[in-house]
C-alpha cells in the first residue's frame, strides 16, 4: 500500500511562486513514475506532470512555469510552481501508478492519490 501527503498549498498573488511537496510512503523505488494533477471548481481533474527515471512531461498550461523533481533519498516528489496566474487555482493532488509501466499522465492511469492541497492565486 502507498501512501501520498501533499503540503505546501497556500493563498498567493499572481506572479508569485509556491512549492508543494509529496511525501510517499511504502514505495520507495525512484523507477516508478510520480505525477501531479489538480481539480478546479466545476472541472475535471487533469493532469500537471509527471517525473520517471530520467525525464519529466507537462501539460502545455504549466510548460516553463512549473519543474517537477523528486528526492529520492527523502522519498517526496516536488512541484514549483513560479508565475502562477489565477487560472492555476486548483486542489493539487500527488499520483502515483500501480506499476513501473504505467505512466500517471491520466486519471486513469493512477492507482494511489493523496489527500490533496488547495492552491489558490488571487489577481
Known amino acids: ?9 497556500g493563498l498567493v498573488q499572481a506572479g508569485d511562486s509556491l512549492r508543494l511537496s509529496c511525501a510517499a ?10 505525477g501531479w494533477f489538480r481539480q478546479a471548481p466545476g472541472k475535471e481533474r487533469e493532469f500537471v506532470a509527471r517525473i520517471s527515471y530520467g525525464d519529466t512531461s507537462y501539460a502545455d498550461s504549466v510548460k516553463g512555469r512549473f519543474t ?12 514549483q510552481m513560479n508565475n502562477l496566474k489565477p487560472e492555476d487555482t486548483a486542489v ?31 489577481s
Open 68 to 79: 517537477i523533481s523528486r528526492d529520492t533519498a527523502k522519498n517526496t516528489v516536488y512541484l
Open 92 to 122: 493539487y493532488y500527488c499520483a502515483a501508478p500501480q506499476t513501473r509501466l504505467v505512466l500517471p499522465t491520466t486519471p486513469q492511469a493512477v492507482k494511489y492519490w493523496g489527500q490533496g492541497t488547495q492552491v489558490t492565486v488571487s
Open 25 to 34: 510512503s511504502g514505495r520507495t523505488s525512484s523507477s516508478y513514475s510520480m
Open 1 to 9: 500500500q502507498v501512501q501520498l501527503v501533499e503540503s505546501g498549498g
